[in-house]
């Protein structure tokens, strides 16, 4: 059920490495988790959680204390540092879309549903973490989506429309006027980084952008054990891609071949501190991490696998709690670009006076995600599944035992993956007794978290622009100044 592990590609590369990479003679000496040098450093981790409203977050916290039997007063880590809210409309909608909600963040500025850190007019933004790369702190990007994906790319790239991942890969590697501008990065997609010609690939061209990516000094990882093999004398700069397209959700991955978002996020930590440490020019660091699948999950309504997702950054939340505990002049950050699927934890399914409840335990039978689930079906009965093969499945793999002749009689047709996705997320939600309103996005404020010392100003309800600034303010690093080398290097995107 998990993505293809590229057999071919990693064929390809093994070939391309023994051309291309160079031996690094100089390690990054340092000790293993060592604090701060300097009380001049300063570390920022800023999280995201894509697609993830309040509800989201009760929902986890209620289906983790139910079916663990826990206490009422558990909470999970995220809960504690709950200090406001965020407003996430863009310039050109009162619903955001990620990649204007992820410019907000970046540039500290409106922009257009669509866009990828430039204006409202097309022209570049600086952002927050290429502001601190050229004031010399290192930076990292870990993500579960593809890494040339709209909340990421916000950060590395400017492009005046976000359906551009071939272009973005390209900015990434170091192929823009500001050159390479992040150090660490972690996440799905490394098919919009291969030639035309080599299978699996997206480009429309011949361009190898990991052979580019290579040349700039980027070590390549591209499995689970590559990214076990680094530690803290690892040298930076590091590009780890593990499935073609974005990472599995949580609950369909394979732990053996795709590393969770917290192992993501321990080990670009561990990097980032360790050769921040053993570099005494070094201001610190600036990490962004996003929870990506929690927003995926949404828009199928798949309650499942959304669920699973927000514990899974929840979990790498508290990875990162834990280092604002040990290093110094470290903080920690965490908000939503925006709120998916209109999330209501009650939904009334019949015209009687509905009962006040919803039902756990009906997500935590569930084996995969319905895109997974959808996948399958379609694979192997393209025309539709017989009855005993639908009845089967719905009860082995979304604990539906009894579903109804009419909903077996549709499912039989043979509907295409994103109908037969989103009737499947809706049976699963109707005996959760959870409601959507919308596969899309919805308009309304998203939590605040902060954790650590220096994060005092963050409370109350916020903009999204707020919030951007802060990053900077934080770091004490001039936006504006890159905004304006961008702009006369290129005035306008696109």
């Not at 989506?145 to 990434?172: C, G, K």
């Not at 009334?348 to 039902?359: D, F, S």
């Not at 579903?403 to 043979?414: I, K, N, P, Y």
Request: hydrophobic content about 40%; glycine content about 8%.
């Amino acid at each position: 059920m998990m993505l293809c592990d590229g057999f071919q590609y990693r064929i390809y590369w093994m070939m391309r490495l023994v051309s291309l990479f160079a031996v690094f003679s100089t390690a990054v000496i340092c000790s293993n988790g060592a604090l701060a040098e300097s009380n001049e450093k300063k570390n920022l981790i800023f999280m995201i959680s894509d697609g993830m409203g309040p509800s989201s977050q009760t929902m986890a916290r209620q289906y983790y204390t139910t079916v663990n039997s826990l206490p009422d007063t558990f909470v999970l880590p995220l809960d504690p540092i709950h200090v406001g809210s965020v407003r996430t409309k863009s310039s050109s909608s009162l619903v955001t879309d990620s990649a204007a909600g992820a410019t907000a963040f970046s540039c500290g500025i409106k922009t257009y549903n669509g866009a990828i850190a430039v204006d409202d007019s097309g022209k570049p933004c600086g952002t927050v973490l290429e502001a601190a790369k050229l004031d010399g702190y290192y930076t990292g990007l870990v993500v579960t989506s593809r890494v040339t994906h709209a909340t990421p790319a916000a950060f590395i790239a400017h492009m005046f429309d976000r359906e551009t991942d071939n272009d973005i890969a390209l900015q990434l590697v170091g192929n823009s006027t500001l050159g390479r501008v992040v150090d660490v990065v972690m996440g799905g997609g490394y098919r919009n980084f291969l030639p035309k010609s080599v299978a699996g690939s997206r480009r429309k061209d011949e361009i190898d952008v990991l052979g580019l990516a290579v040349e700039n000094g980027f070590h390549v990882v591209l499995d689970k054990a590559g990214l076990d093999a680094l530690d803290s004398q690892s040298p930076l700069p590091v590009l780890a891609l593990f499935t073609p397209s974005h990472m599995s959700f949580n609950m369909d991955r394979n732990p053996a071949k795709e590393p969770s978002l917290a192992a993501m996020t321990a080990k670009a930590l561990d990097l980032l501190n360790a050769t921040s440490n053993s570099d005494p020019k070094s201001k610190g660091f600036f990490i962004m991490i996003e929870g990506s699948r929690i927003d995926l999950a949404a828009h199928s309504n798949d309650a499942s696998a959304h669920v699973r997702d927000i514990l899974a950054y929840n979990d790498a939340v508290d990875i990162a709690k834990k280092y604002v505990d040990k290093i110094p002049n470290t903080i920690l950050v965490s908000t939503s670009d925006h709120e998916t699927g209109g999330l209501a934890l009650a939904k009334q399914l019949t015209e009687e006076y509905p009962v006040y409840k919803w039902n756990p335990e009906a997500l935590s039978r569930v084996r995969n995600s319905t895109e997974v689930i959808a996948s399958h079906l379609i694979a192997k009965y393209p025309a539709g599944a017989p009855e005993d093969v639908i009845r089967r499945i719905l009860a082995e793999w979304l604990a539906i035992p009894d579903a109804s002749a009419a909903d077996v009689e549709w499912l039989m047709r043979g509907p295409g993956h994103r109908e037969l996705d989103a009737f499947l997320a809706k049976m699963l939600s109707d005996r959760a007794e959870v409601g959507w309103s919308t596969h899309g996005h919805s308009g309304g404020d998203v939590a605040l978290y902060a954790y650590g010392r220096g994060t005092e100003s963050l409370k109350g309800n916020m903009d999204n622009t707020e919030v951007g600034k802060f990053l900077a303010q934080y770091l004490e690093v001039d936006v504006d100044a890159v905004t304006a080398r961008l702009q006369a290097a290129r005035p306008r995107m696109g």
